[in-house]
């Protein structure tokens, strides 16, 4: 008799009893950190590739000579220290400008799940990454979005996001012929990565909390290969983005990609090989993708094709109403408040009665913050095709 499939557990609405004292815990930790702003015990960030290169003599294919503008730009403006960049907003405020649309205990549970559970571990992983985001000012990122970030990617169709897999990830798709590490310096290529991400996350409707990506191998060369880049992603989903992949499917990959795959699986982030699966023709992702949301290029019934919208003049206008913003500040922080007051009642004395108070808060504070949304984000192509509504819904269906 087959065996059941091993169920998931340590997400929302699957916890086991010890893991969610494990997320009442790391609430207990963040509470006190916010008394005292403490940020100092963080986590130095693993970076499974720079061993890994050490020892095996590939570094020199990990790392792109960096730009004349790069290096200008270093020289002229060093990074500051790490502990005064996270001293410049609240520990709290920079925890909650990292939550922003997402359910609270996702945010936590990706980081607990990322260190099996670890409270103390879990909390130093979470730190470094509040300094991080300030370090790389992500929030500046989502503010000013296509503004300051290249376009490139999304220009020539390499990457776009599109619909749901089975289980309700976004899907990402990535056509790798299309990329070329000499279009644009790493740097930009960085900080558009970034941005992706953190508009990925938009796409998230709980209890969904990771996104499945698409790898198109079609025609792909040696030339498209960017060992840098793949660096660079490996340490971000790591460190920053933990348990933000539901799966990475490698379709149609030819047979000189297995030499690369033996470079650059190595070293992968165990958690995120895993996640590899390789499929031979585009029938294959039936298996993970319903025929009616997977596109027609890859087998699929929809016919949707993605198409790059520039931003359009006057779209974010909003952003400068001051009062307006104060006021959908004001009523984001009181939901804030009303979350943390009803999460600390959880914590002394548990109740269904309490707990459901508290769901019903943070689904209060989702919505409070999509009323934000607008004024502290510039919109996107996503917005502008009209699948990412102002309100935090997804609409799959729209053609722009």
Not at 149 to 177: A, M, N, W
Request: charged residues 30%; proline residues 6%; contains cysteine.
């Amino acid at each position: 008799m087959p065996k059941e499939p091993k169920k998931r557990t340590g997400f929302l609405n699957t916890l086991e009893p010890e893991q969610k004292v494990a997320l009442d815990e790391l609430w207990r930790v963040l509470f006190e950190k916010f008394e005292t702003n403490d940020v100092e015990e963080t986590e130095s960030p693993t970076d499974n590739t720079t061993e890994a290169n050490r020892k095996s003599g590939f570094g020199k294919f990990f790392h792109r000579n960096k730009t004349e503008k790069e290096e200008a730009k270093q020289t002229k403006n060093p990074s500051p220290e790490p502990e005064t960049l996270a001293n410049q907003q609240s520990l709290r405020e920079s925890f909650w400008r990292f939550v922003l649309g997402d359910h609270p205990d996702s945010i936590l549970l990706r980081y607990l799940r990322a260190r099996k559970f670890n409270v103390s571990k879990a909390s130093k992983m979470l730190m470094s990454t509040l300094k991080w985001r300030i370090q790389n000012d992500v929030t500046g990122i989502i503010e000013k979005g296509e503004k300051i970030v290249s376009t490139h990617v999304l220009q020539i169709g390499k990457g776009y996001l599109y619909g749901v897999d089975k289980e309700g990830r976004p899907v990402s798709f990535c056509h790798v012929r299309l990329h070329n590490k000499e279009d644009e310096p790493i740097e930009e290529l960085e900080k558009f990565t970034i941005w992706l991400m953190e508009t990925a996350r938009l796409f998230l409707i709980p209890p969904a909390d990771c996104v499945s990506v698409v790898f198109d191998m079609k025609d792909f060369s040696l030339s498209n290969m960017d060992y840098p880049f793949v660096s660079f992603m490996n340490k971000v989903l790591e460190s920053h983005y933990p348990e933000s992949l539901g799966v990475a499917l490698i379709l149609g990959a030819p047979w000189v990609f297995s030499g690369v795959w033996k470079v650059v699986s190595p070293l992968l982030d165990p958690v995120v090989a895993s996640k590899v699966q390789f499929l031979d023709k585009s029938e294959d992702l039936r298996k993970y993708i319903e025929p009616n949301m997977l596109l027609k290029q890859f087998g699929g019934e929809n016919p949707y094709e993605f198409k790059f919208i520039p931003p359009q003049a006057g779209e974010n206008d909003i952003m400068n109403d001051t009062e307006a913003k104060a006021q959908a500040y004001e009523q984001w922080w009181k939901s804030i408040d009303h979350f943390e007051q009803v999460t600390r009642l959880r914590l002394a004395t548990p109740s269904p009665e309490v707990e459901a108070q508290r769901e019903a808060s943070a689904q209060q504070l989702r919505a409070d913050y999509f009323k934000l949304d607008p004024y502290i984000r510039a919109r996107t192509v996503y917005h502008r095709l009209g699948i990412l509504q102002n309100d935090g819904s997804v609409n799959w269906q729209a053609r722009a």
